[in-house]
């Protein structure tokens, strides 16, 4: 019997050292976790009180005395008819339809190109890479320069067609949200490509090896190994550029300011504007709330999917 009960024993002790381990770690994390819950967690506290009052800088109170002008959920209500917000939100998402898709093509097929040797590809890497590493209102800046009337993507035109072209891109409405486009994709397909990149490197070799020995041609490894591999990484790209585009401002702001008129203004756009012009706060937040539940929403949905992907790979 002595000999059955030391196994027994070692074990308790075992389970009772793994316990007092996790206590230990949880104290000695607590004060990380408040401060982490108190950054995160008051701010959004603050911002659904704010969001069922009228209260605004103009007052002269602090917003904790924003009770004061308590309308409950006005602002909400003002939301769900306020036509310039819908706007707003439809031309955000225009930009997010547009751009997403073909930063990822444009990624996926870079990626494909570098994941293979060729001579100079070290230093055609670096210049890929650069338009990533230009801060947004640098670049909004640049676009703002190139697509001016007598800027250098007319005279690149105007040398195509053999005509004189001077296109007011930002001036005009229905030029102005492509010119805006044009910007995104051209800062933001590098990180496409890096992320895309990173998994097909990631890519089990043996498997494409295999594949390759049985008659498989690169189309086939591509469609039935290499991309089944890589759908976590493609939502995970997708994801991360669909928060992003939802969040554009930097760049649009720099070059069109939101116009001309409302023509450029997206959801970040009118948030400034509201917040800084107009100073409805109370309304501002109630906006950014329902902003921060869709986007939650769609990150959830994102995280859904990449687990289910997960499971399947």
Not at 137 to 148: I, R, S
Not at 208 to 228: D, E, V, Y
Request: aromatic share 12%.
């Amino acid at each position: 019997m002595p000999a059955l009960e030391q196994p027994v024993s070692l074990s308790a002790n075992a389970a009772t050292d793994a316990d007092e381990g996790r206590r230990l770690g949880l104290w000695l994390t607590l004060p990380a976790q408040i401060l982490v819950l108190f950054i995160s967690v008051f701010p959004l506290l603050m911002q659904l009180y704010i969001s069922l009052t009228d209260w605004s800088p103009l007052d002269g109170t602090g917003w904790w005395m924003a009770w004061e002008s308590w309308n409950t959920f006005a602002n909400y209500i003002d939301l769900m008819t306020d036509n310039r917000f819908f706007g707003a939100l439809g031309r955000t998402a225009l930009i997010m339809l547009v751009c997403v898709p073909v930063e990822f093509l444009l990624g996926l097929g870079l990626a494909i190109l570098f994941v293979q040797d060729f001579p100079g590809k070290r230093v055609f890497y670096s210049i890929l890479l650069m338009p990533m590493m230009v801060v947004p209102a640098v670049a909004g800046y640049m676009f703002f320069m190139l697509f001016q009337s007598g800027g250098p993507v007319n005279m690149l035109i105007s040398a195509l067609t053999g005509q004189p072209v001077a296109l007011a891109w930002l001036s005009s409405p229905g030029t102005a949200l492509i010119a805006v486009m044009i910007a995104d994709i051209w800062q933001w397909t590098p990180l496409m490509f890096l992320i895309l990149l990173a998994g097909l490197v990631g890519v089990p070799e043996d498997q494409l090896k295999a594949a390759s020995l049985l008659g498989a041609s690169w189309p086939q490894r591509f469609l039935h190994i290499m991309l089944p591999r890589m759908k976590t990484i493609i939502l995970i790209a997708l994801a991360i550029r669909v928060i992003e585009n939802f969040k554009i401002f930097d760049t649009l702001f720099i070059m069109t300011g939101g116009g001309p008129g409302v023509a450029t203004e997206t959801i970040s756009v009118y948030i400034y504007k509201v917040t800084q012009q107009d100073l409805i706060w109370g309304y501002v937040a109630a906006i950014a709330l329902v902003i921060l539940i869709v986007l939650s929403i769609l990150v959830s949905l994102a995280i859904s999917r990449m687990n289910k992907a997960r499971a399947e790979a």
